[in-house]
């Protein structure tokens, strides 16, 4: 079992920056990439970005490449998603995930937290 707790969230102007934090704790958590995704009002939620447990690989939705920034810190069981130059489009709850290096998917993902909102305003 893994457990999810996201933090970090609030309100933003746009061009302002945000950093969300998950901390994930289980006894498997080094077996599963951790990641993030979004859901925006009224659309599916989508993938945003996991890096596997060595930190060595990355993978990001390419809409949001050079904006967002996901690290790991794997002595405090906690990844990271740093949002910098935020859009109003970027309002959405963001989750934290963990599943296999390859779930970039809603239904590969194994475990959810439980969302935290970001707001970004015009």
């Known amino acids: 079992q893994v457990h999810l707790v996201e933090s970090g969230g609030g309100l933003v102007q746009a061009g302002g920056s945000l950093r969300l934090s998950c901390a994930a704790s289980g006894r498997t958590i080094n077996n599963y990439s951790l990641g993030w995704f979004r859901q925006a009002p009224g659309k599916e939620r989508e993938f945003v970005a996991n890096i596997i447990w060595s930190g060595r690989t990355i993978y990001y939705a390419d809409s949001l490449k050079g904006r967002f920034t996901i690290s790991r810190d794997n002595a405090k069981n906690t990844v990271y998603l740093q949002m910098n130059s935020l859009k109003p489009e970027d309002t959405a709850v963001y989750y934290c995930?963990?599943?296999?290096?390859?779930?970039?998917?809603?239904?590969?993902?194994?475990?959810w937290g439980q969302g935290t909102q970001v707001t970004v305003s015009s």
């Open positions: 995930a963990a599943g296999p290096w390859s779930a970039r998917t809603v239904a590969a993902i194994d475990y």
